[in-house]
């Protein structure tokens, strides 16, 4: 590899990710052990009910979570064991990627193994791979393009423009932001040398590979208008996120990212500027570039995690040098201090951090802990200003609860009104809650204008008998003639808005069917 010593290179080259492999195991076996301790995710049970209903798109997310969601479905199974063991593995898969990416820029044993540890440590990450969601596979195909163009840095073979543009694609049917981050690498290209690479027949072919992967799910955009622009224009007209400032959005990512690994990223961007990491330069400014659009767009904290693998690899290599330097090889006592000090202040950073973004404690100890923490959980919505919980535990109660009482109301109508009765969500989590547990309940699927749901329409409900989730009486009562609180839900872990009561709603004013297209909710 570059820059790297000749008698270090084969010294170390026996087993080069069996450290971080390790380290993969043991963050996919946190998750695994902690994947019962509250309950199923309000995406995960929209993912789900999509599955039902495969397309090659939707109206907020291209389609390959869903078709994950149908792979569980009909193999593993739906447990939450077996669907978290998915973002689960992709995390492990990002830990080992980050190591493999390290390699590329020079890294040895001990690098790769500092950026598989650095991969591990952040809090961020621990959030996302506990949700059945498209973030979870999402640094898999960022960090699969930046290795794409390592290699073709590395090896002067611009036919990596092939891989890239296979990854790319691909990553375009799992989130858009991708085609932010793959322009974002071709204007970090650029501005170095290495451009010479984006002035090859081979980059047409990557962009023609890549246009073939996302077809499907631009034909379906186009065929049914652009839904997801639609939403992104709704969301901030709807004020519903909040407006970072580039203060707020920067200290969030060193919370977020766990303060503990900032030195090294720090160290992996400043790598890339110096002499020895030149050869890489454009990812440094890919990352400035990326980092500098999210806090343009106001993007949640979150957005920007899937590039911090560039810059934690770099900052493992970045340090393996230091520790390859003559003061270093004539102390090896110090040398070896030191990396274990590293890996200990890195396992510290995350452990006093874990309950905040891991179940690993009951929920009455977790808000105990809670109220110690001399900082507030970071909140990316303003509808989670009331919540006891975070977000990302919140989602997770309630649910089954919820189907319950909603199966007691219905199941106090006659066999003949039943019949008649559409369970009505008002978003697509109370939806897709009653339709992944309303089979325990004996319960029809529930209607909803939110997201996909309104694509699904009304199911022919007319609306003279609707057992309403998740909407205020006074509301309702702009719709029906006759509305009554049927049952209430109290669980005090779930977000606040989840804790309207059940209505029971009769004789709608307009018939549901002509109303439908009137009442479409994408926000």
């Known amino acids: 590899m570059p820059e790297a010593p000749a008698n270090s290179r084969t010294e170390n080259s026996r087993f080069p990710l069996l450290v971080p492999t390790i380290i993969a195991a043991i963050y996919f076996l946190a ?84 950026a598989a540890a650095l991969a591990a440590t952040p809090a961020v990450w621990y959030v996302i791979d506990h949700q059945f969601a498209m973030n979870a596979f999402e640094p898999l195909f960022w960090t699969g393009c930046a290795f794409a163009i390592a290699r073709m840095i590395h090896t002067n073979n611009p036919k990596w423009w092939l891989a890239f543009g296979a990854i790319g694609g ?99 961007l400043y790598f890339y500027f110096s002499d020895e990491g030149r050869k890489f330069r454009a990812f440094g400014s890919a990352f400035i570039f990326t980092m500098g659009f999210f806090v343009l767009a106001h993007g949640k904290n979150y957005y920007s995690a899937p590039v911090y693998p560039l810059v934690l690899a770099a900052g493992a290599v970045a340090t393996e040098k230091i520790l390859l330097k003559q003061r270093f090889k004539e102390r090896p006592r110090i040398a070896v201090t030191a990396k274990v000090a590293m890996f200990s202040w890195l396992f510290i950073g995350i452990a006093l951090l874990l309950p905040v973004v891991l179940p690993v404690l009951p929920i009455d100890a977790y808000l105990r802990y809670q109220a110690y923490l001399p900082f507030g959980v970071p909140k990316s919505e303003h509808n989670q200003d009331e919540a006891m919980l975070p977000q990302h535990y919140a989602d997770e109660f309630g649910w089954e609860d919820m189907v319950a009482r909603v199966a007691t109301v219905y199941h106090s109508l006659s066999p003949e009104e039943q019949s008649r009765t559409a369970i009505f969500a008002n978003n697509y989590g109370e939806a897709g809650a009653v339709d992944f547990f309303g089979s325990r309940y004996r319960l029809p699927k529930a209607i909803c204008t939110h997201q996909n749901y309104f694509l699904w329409g009304p199911h022919n409900y007319t609306g003279d008998i609707a057992i309403r989730i998740g909407t205020k009486p006074e509301d309702a009562r702009d719709y029906y003639e006759n509305v009554r609180v049927a049952a209430t839900l109290d669980n005090p872990y779930a977000m606040p808005y989840e804790r309207n009561p059940i209505l029971l709603c009769r004789r709608r004013k307009k018939d549901l069917r002509s109303d439908w297209p009137g009442i479409k909710n994408w926000d």
């Open 170 to 268: 691909l990553g375009l049917e799992n989130k858009y932001s991708i085609a932010a981050f793959a322009f974002f690498l071709l204007a970090g290209l650029l501005l170095t040398p290495q451009r010479k690479f984006l002035f090859t027949p081979w980059i047409l072919a990557g962009g023609f590979t890549a246009l073939l992967f996302f077809l499907p799910n631009l034909l379906w955009n186009i065929q049914h208008h652009w839904p997801f622009l639609e939403l992104m224009r709704n969301i901030r007209a709807s004020g519903r996120d909040v407006v970072l400032s580039p203060g707020a959005f920067l200290w969030q990512q060193i919370l977020t990212l766990t303060p503990a690994t900032m030195p090294f990223w720090l160290g992996g």
């Open 31 to 114: 998750h695994m052990a902690t994947a019962t301790r509250y309950g199923y995710f309000r995406d995960a049970l929209y993912f789900l009910a999509c599955s039902e209903h495969l397309a090659w798109g939707y109206v907020d997310q291209p389609p390959l979570i869903v078709f994950i969601a149908w792979v569980a479905r009909h193999t593993l199974g739906v447990s939450l064991p077996a669907l978290l063991l998915w973002p689960a593995l992709a995390g492990a898969a990002r830990i080992i990627f980050t190591a493999a990416f390290a390699r590329e820029l020079g890294a040895n044993k001990f690098g790769a193994a500092l």
